[in-house]
């Protein structure tokens, strides 16, 4: 972000949004303090708060929990799918289904997406965080994590590595990387090399078909 400034002479300013939300909710401001990593604040109009995804009350700042956002620009629900927007809509408040948090300032952040949360031991791990660190890695192209069943801890985390050109990397050196940054609950406990990823479209990696491979391949292991 601040090598495009550099180059460019022209500021970024990160938002967030949805479609079910028109699709823009918050900001950073463009005249005003800006955070890095930030979605901002909500817009003129939108209202918005991270709650506690079991018992919904209010989460203190810095306290990972599910976003919702209400305003004028919020879907009155979606399309002939009246179970759908029971589930997603309450008195105007829309589920995002995004993990974020708030900072002192009102700063809103996303942490990641509900979906692709992991839970390992009983220890909540967002996959975002664990793809950030390796994607830190100088001889990584691209990575992605995802929770694969396990027989002692419900799920572990596994990573897939896409390498640049010329690198080379082994699992424990993948590991030993991780360990550096992250908490040991957090470390993949296999790491698996690819020559490329499933990507959708517009290039996002498609995390749920890696899952689904592994859990498919789980089960065939169990019938065999």
Known sequence: MRRFEQLTGSKIVEGYGLSEAS?????????????????????????????????????????????????????????????????????????????????????????????????????????????????????????????????????TVKAFVVLKPDQTLTEEQVKAFCREHLAAFKVPTMVEFRQELPKNMVGKILRKVLRDEEIARANMKKAS
């Open 23 to 155: 699709p823009v909710t918050h900001v950073n401001p463009l005249y005003g303090k800006r955070k890095l990593n930030s979605i901002g604040i909500p817009i003129p109009g939108t209202e918005a708060k991270v709650v506690n995804m079991e018992t919904g009350e209010p989460c203190p700042p810095n306290t990972p929990g599910e976003l919702l956002v209400k305003g004028p620009q919020v879907m009155r629900g979606y399309w002939n799918m009246a179970d759908e927007t029971n589930r997603v809509l309450k008195d105007g408040w829309l589920k995002t289904g995004d993990v974020a948090q708030i900072d002192e300032d009102g700063y809103f952040a996303i942490v990641d997406r509900i979906k692709d949360m992991i839970i390992a031991g009983g220890f909540n791990i967002y996959p975002r965080e664990i793809d950030e660190v390796l994607f830190s890695h100088p001889a990584i192209a691209e990575a992605v994590s995802v929770g694969i069943p396990d027989s002692y801890r419900g799920e």
